[in-house]
């Protein structure tokens, strides 16, 4: 009995069982974690393909990718300087995670080489010298609220004379 009307092009069933394996965890994880990926099973779900189908797309995709970053590697970009960066305008991984919408530890692993994310690493790099750029003027990080080391907002001293004019 024929499962479907459409006739493919199979390869050899004696091909590499890990290869095949590796990609299919890729394809797992990326269903999972990546945004790209979720919409374009979203997108092959909603014109009638199966998920077993859409994860065959899946793995050619994958299998090209990895090939070609195999032979033609891009390079990762640098991101020595991000932490010392951050260290050097007094900004917390607290902070910097809010006005980027990321997690504080996302960041850290970035800083530290464990992860990567370019987009976010570009980003990141782009809030950090707007906020240097923005220091060198006016000795201000451009952060909504600076707090204290307790976690109080600082708040300037009354004066008297300045409060009650009478």
């Known amino acids: 009995m024929k499962r479907s009307k459409t006739n493919r092009h199979r390869l050899s069933k004696g091909g590499d069982r890990q290869a095949n394996s590796a990609l299919h965890h890729v394809v797992l994880s990326r269903m999972q974690s990546d945004h790209r990926t979720q919409d374009y099973v979203a997108k092959r779900t909603a014109d009638g393909k199966s998920k077993r189908e859409t994860m065959r797309c899946l793995k050619r995709y994958v299998a090209r990718e990895i090939y070609r970053q195999i032979f033609s590697p891009v390079a990762a970009p640098d991101i020595t300087d991000l932490r010392p960066l951050r260290r050097q305008l007094g ?76």
């Open 91 to 166: 900004v917390t991984l607290q902070q910097a995670g809010e006005q980027l919408n990321q997690w504080p530890s996302n960041l850290s692993r970035i800083e530290r080489g464990i992860a990567r994310n370019d987009h976010v690493a570009q980003t990141y790099r782009q809030w950090l010298t707007q906020q240097h750029l923005s220091t060198t003027g006016d000795n201000s990080h451009g952060l909504s609220t600076a707090t204290t080391a307790e976690g109080a907002t600082p708040t300037a001293p009354k004066n008297p004379a300045v409060d009650n004019p009478n």
